[in-house]
């Protein structure tokens, strides 16, 4: 009996770890993305990492993606990234594909990023597409005094 409550309870704090570091990123229905630049990664067998800058333009918030090759019998890649900016640091070595990673991170914009890419698996040379985008909040627009009638006009009417 203890054992079973305590499997189910790692079982719970392990899943929120998975939560918690990104591995996937959920975009809302208010939420625009727009593509900001892509980059073509060159893997060989002896370099297997990356490392390069990005200046983001605006405060908020970005997301990372790969697009590796698909699986074949000659090769598998399955790319990680890491992003560090201002001491911070994020990381994801799998999305929920298996194959890419897909990271969610909130920048701050002129501030230069350091991007690291490393492609692990078996392969002798492979091109990665990683795309870098930007997520907007598209607002609602509230109701300003202008758009409300006066309600002190009808009462003088009447």
């Not at 893997?43 to 800058?53: A, K, L």
């Not at 070595?93 to 501030?111: Q, T």
């Not at 991007?115 to 109701?143: H, K, L």
């Amino acid at each position: 009996m203890f054992g079973k409550k305590l499997i189910s309870k790692l079982a719970a704090v392990v899943l929120a770890g998975i939560m918690v570091i990104g591995c996937g990123v959920a975009v809302f229905a208010d939420e625009r993305i727009v593509e900001v630049e892509e980059r073509n990664l060159y893997f060989r067998q002896y370099v297997s990492t990356q490392t390069f800058e990005f200046v983001p333009e605006f405060t908020g918030e970005y997301i990372f993606q790969s697009y590796a090759p698909t699986i074949s019998s000659s090769r598998y890649v399955n790319p990680l990234i890491e992003v560090k900016q201002n001491g911070h640091s994020w990381l994801d070595f799998d999305s929920a594909d298996g194959l890419n990673f897909k990271l969610r991170a909130h920048l701050e914009g002129g501030v230069p990023c350091r991007i690291f890419v490393q492609c692990d698996g078996y392969y002798t040379a492979a091109n990665v597409t990683m795309v870098i985008s930007r997520v907007e909040n598209e607002t609602v627009p509230e109701e300003t005094d202008s758009d409300v009638p006066a309600l002190t006009e009808e009462l003088n009417q009447v």
